[in-house]
């Protein structure tokens, strides 16, 4: 008998979850990735799953919303998890890889699967036979994000994002550059850190702030994500709210004069080798020249070399309340799934938890069952109910949080014995689900490969 496969559309981090979670539950898949035929502006690779923003999947704390999303997603069988703890770096409390490293291992692990075959074409339009999941990424083609608009009935889907420089290890000076990490977590030392006087923050910060911008196109009538602003947009709402944002000293002492610093610069490893750095929290949009001039006022930076240089760049996502279920499928069309970014989700994590309920679901579906919504008591499932619930007319992209889940039935005392508590209550909800609904993770032979769907509306491939 001939089965049906499911096509997904865009190899980041969401559309490779996804081909992962169907192929391993026996769906056969074909993943459309338009690079390395087609590049974008700040993709350097043809690797599927390659990180263009930080290195740095956040906390893998269990106290933390993003540890306990992780751990959910571990629980489930992530692969793009797994892989990020393959190619692991040091960065204290948080999961930090090696970018290049981890691209390459998803990349392998999905080529090397007898169900997926990956495809390098650009799609220009949503493909007309389903399922299909949609993981087309921040930097969605401009044909296939108008498709989607015109599928939507949305007229702005874009809002714009900005990324953080890189300089070389050796350029740092680390006589002034101490490591460690806040409150000596991971293993203490994780980061480099350039501290600050009041003095020199005080005239960063006056830099910052007048420094020249480049030229956005249409920049003016979009949205800067809050979540992601540049640091120079940061500054401008006050002078202390940079230190008490990405340069709060909070947890560091320097060595040098056995106190706190005014301010701190954290600077993260972002390759196995150790030659680059990337600076924490400063996504810009100022010129090249403009932060080579500013940064370099940084204290152990005054001689930086740059490797890749900050950015901003264009992000689309949908208003997913308005379009989209709990499920991440579409209310206008069951078998068409959104995932990642283009979702209303934000962050890595986030997004590779949008592929894995979408492949789920996808997956579900043709086996003529409902795809899964997961107790809101989860972090996946208080995503779920996030994209499909929130408010329509105001509507961003969200990060997962403690905040989205429900609060605990018994008040506990302690904030940090309350997020304990959330956590433990979403992970014995999530083992009782899986348990019920026998959701769980197993390779099932690759057996009753479909013949071949054809090729989707409009031909060829996307970009995730």
């Known amino acids: 008998m001939e089965r049906r496969c499911v096509t997904i559309v865009g190899g980041g981090l969401a559309g490779s979850e996804a081909a992962?979670?169907?192929?391993?539950?026996g769906v056969p898949v074909r993943l459309f990735e338009m690079r390395p035929a087609r590049r974008t502006a700040v993709h350097r690779t043809g690797d599927l799953a390659?990180?263009?923003?930080?290195?740095?999947?956040?906390s893998v704390e269990l106290r933390s919303a993003h540890g306990l999303l992780k751990e959910e997603l571990r629980r489930l069988g992530s692969l793009v998890l797994a892989c990020a703890e393959a190619c692991r770096l040091p960065a204290g409390a948080a999961l930090a890889v090696d970018r290049e490293l981890f691209a390459a291992t998803v990349t392998e692990r999905l080529?090397?699967?007898?169900?997926?075959?990956?495809?390098?074409?650009?799609?220009?339009?949503?493909?007309?036979?389903?399922?299909?999941?949609?993981?087309?990424?921040?930097?969605?083609?401009?044909?296939?994000?108008?498709?989607?608009?015109?599928?939507?009935?949305?007229?702005?889907?874009?809002?714009?994002?900005?990324?953080?420089?890189?300089?070389?290890?050796?350029?740092?000076?680390?006589?002034?550059?101490?490591?460690?990490?806040?409150?000596?977590?991971?293993?203490?030392?994780?980061?480099?850190?350039?501290?600050?006087?009041?003095?020199?923050y005080e005239a960063f910060h006056d830099a910052l702030v007048s420094a020249e911008l480049a030229e956005v196109h249409d920049f003016d009538r979009t949205l800067l994500f809050e979540g992601c602003l540049p640091v120079e947009e940061l500054a401008r709402r006050g002078r202390d709210t940079l230190r008490f944002g990405p340069l709060k000293p909070v947890g560091l002492v320097d060595p040098r004069t056995g106190r706190r610093p005014w301010a701190v610069v954290q600077l993260r490893q972002d390759d196995l080798a150790a030659t680059h750095f990337s600076l924490v929290g400063f996504q810009t949009r100022l010129r090249q020249a403009e932060q080579k001039r500013v940064f370099r006022m940084i204290p152990g930076l005054e001689r930086a070399v740059f490797?890749?240089?900050?950015?901003?760049?264009?992000?689309?996502?949908?208003?997913?309340?308005?379009?989209?279920?709990?499920?991440f499928q579409a209310r206008a069309r069951?078998?068409?799934?959104?995932?990642?970014?283009?979702?209303?989700?934000?962050?890595?994590?986030?997004?590779?938890?949008?592929?894995?309920?979408?492949?789920?679901?996808?997956?579900?579906?043709?086996?003529g069952l409902e795809p899964p919504v997961l107790p809101e008591t989860t972090a996946l499932g208080a995503l779920q109910r996030y994209v499909s619930q929130a408010r329509a007319e105001d509507y961003q992209p969200a990060n997962i949080a403690f905040g989205l889940?429900?609060?605990?039935?018994?008040?506990?005392?302690?904030?940090?014995?309350?997020?304990?508590?959330?956590?433990?209550?979403?992970?014995?909800a999530l083992d009782e689900f899986r348990a019920r609904c026998k959701l769980v993770h197993v390779e099932r032979p690759a057996a009753d490969v479909p013949a071949d769907p054809g090729t989707p509306a409009g031909g060829s491939g996307g970009r995730a």
């Open 20 to 25: 992962w979670q169907c192929a391993v539950r």
């Open 50 to 58: 390659e990180l263009v923003c930080s290195n740095s999947f956040k």
């Open 111 to 200: 080529a090397a699967h007898p169900l997926i075959e990956i495809v390098r074409e650009e799609v220009t339009e949503i493909p007309r036979h389903g399922p299909v999941i949609l993981a087309t990424g921040p930097l969605c083609s401009d044909a296939l994000a108008s498709a989607i608009a015109r599928f939507t009935g949305e007229r702005n889907l874009a809002f714009f994002d900005a990324i953080s420089p890189i300089v070389e290890a050796d350029s740092i000076d680390t006589r002034i550059a101490f490591r460690a990490s806040r409150y000596g977590k991971g293993e203490g030392a994780d980061y480099l850190n350039c501290p600050m006087d009041r003095a020199e």
């Open 307 to 327: 490797v890749k240089y900050g950015m901003i760049h264009r992000n689309t996502f949908v208003n997913a309340p308005r379009i989209l279920r709990p499920t």
């Open 334 to 367: 069951e078998d068409l799934f959104f995932a990642g970014q283009i979702s209303g989700v934000e962050g890595y994590t986030e997004s590779t938890a949008s592929g894995l309920l979408a492949g789920i679901g996808a997956a579900a579906l043709l086996e």
């Open 405 to 428: 889940l429900p609060p605990l039935e018994r008040p506990v005392r302690g904030r940090r014995e309350r997020k304990l508590a959330l956590a433990e209550r979403a992970l014995a």
